[in-house]
């Protein structure tokens, strides 16, 4: 019977020996997963960062790509303004001269 008994205690020793094992693995996994939580919420935050600061330069560029088409277009409108008054002129100084040639 005291045989039987100390078997069976070292079973139990055995088994408690392993699962204090497993305990402590699951412990350092679970304090590593924990820590990696953390690192990625940082880097979360950063990069959460780093997208609303390249959304408010993206508001500003299309704000200057509206202001460079519209200074195009009152340029290209001026540039074909002038050249109409040029082409204008230019037929005054033709008629005036082919009045005087007269």
């Known amino acids: 019977l005291l045989n039987q ?22 412990l350092a ?15 979360m935050q950063g ?4 997208i609303d600061k390249t959304n408010g330069l993206l508001t500003d560029l299309e704000r200057i790509l509206q202001q460079a088409v519209k200074f195009y277009r009152e340029a290209s ?5 002038e050249h109409q008054a040029g082409k204008d002129a230019l ?7 082919s009045l005087l040639g007269e």
Not at 5 to 26: N, P, Q
Not at 30 to 39: D, F
Not at 91 to 97: I, T
């Open 77 to 81: 409108a001026k540039l074909v303004s």
């Open 91 to 97: 037929s005054l100084d033709q008629l005036h001269a």
């Open 5 to 26: 008994l100390r078997k069976a205690l070292e079973l139990v020793s055995k088994a408690r020996t392993g699962a204090k094992e497993a305990l402590d693995v699951a």
């Open 47 to 50: 990069l959460q960062s780093d």
């Open 29 to 43: 996994d679970g304090h590593a997963a924990l820590e990696q939580n953390e690192e990625l919420a940082k880097v």
